[in-house]
């Protein structure tokens, strides 16, 4: 069992970063660390797109129109996956989802709201 905890949300200008941060929370070491750890976004209006993947043997994958500005970690000790949002842009506002897919069992965390406006 996994609860997914989103944070670091906020207001951010045109150009500036931002990073989200998410707590596994009841998450044993072993279960995190085979989880495929995703972040996921939802503007108004759209449908739910993933913006970047980081899956249990260390590689990442990244939605098109961030990548090279966006980057995804995460620290398996901690329980913990992260999204480094650099050089953000206006379309970049949504709702952001913390996702994790541990053998076929999904999680969603609550969201957390990024808003790009200068």
């Known amino acids: 069992q996994m609860q997914l905890v989103e944070s670091g949300g906020g207001l951010v200008q045109p150009g500036g970063s931002l990073t989200l941060s998410c707590l596994a929370s009841?998450?044993?070491?072993?279960?995190?660390?085979?989880?495929?750890m995703g972040w996921y976004r939802q503007a108004p209006g759209k449908e739910r797109e993933l913006v970047a993947l980081s899956r249990n043997d260390g590689s990442t994958n990244y939605e098109d129109s961030v990548q090279g500005r966006f980057t995804i970690s995460r620290d398996n000790r901690k329980r913990t996956v992260y999204l480094r949002m650099n050089n953000v842009i206006p379309e970049d506002t949504a709702v952001y989802y913390c996702?994790?897919?541990?053998?076929?069992?999904?999680?969603w965390g609550q969201g957390t709201q990024v808003t790009v406006s200068s």
């Open positions: 009841r998450a044993i070491l072993s279960t995190f660390t085979s989880a495929q």
């Open positions: 996702h994790s897919d541990y053998f076929g069992a999904q999680f």
